[in-house]
């Protein structure tokens, strides 16, 4: 699986609305500003729990949460993600998440 991480508020804009498709994976740190990922999944299949945990870690890692220990990650298909009328670039609503707890880093793999 593809992971793609923005860079910047329009970079994330792009990513989250040019780029990324209705079944691909979205994630964002829970209230810290930082990067979107995406993770493309063009077959549909199920995201493997590996690359999920992966992908949750470098949106940790890429915000401003990244010094803690613990960092909550919202998780949706790019089809709930939406951008409210007006809204500067980067900020979104999530009509629908999950939230998964990791340690913001990079892998080794």
Known sequence: ???LIGKGAK???FLTFRLAKSQDLWLHAADY???HVVVK???RKEIPQKTLIEAA???AFF???KTESKV???YTQKKFVFKPKGA???LVNLASFKTILVEPKISDS
Do not use: K, L, R
């Open 72 to 74: 909550a990650v919202h």
């Open 41 to 43: 999944n063009p077959n």
């Open 57 to 59: 870690q470098f949106a």
């Open 63 to 65: 915000s401003q949460a």
């Open 33 to 35: 500003p930082g990067s």
């Open 88 to 90: 500067v670039p980067g």
């Open 1 to 3: 699986f593809e992971i």
């Open 11 to 13: 970079n994330n804009d």
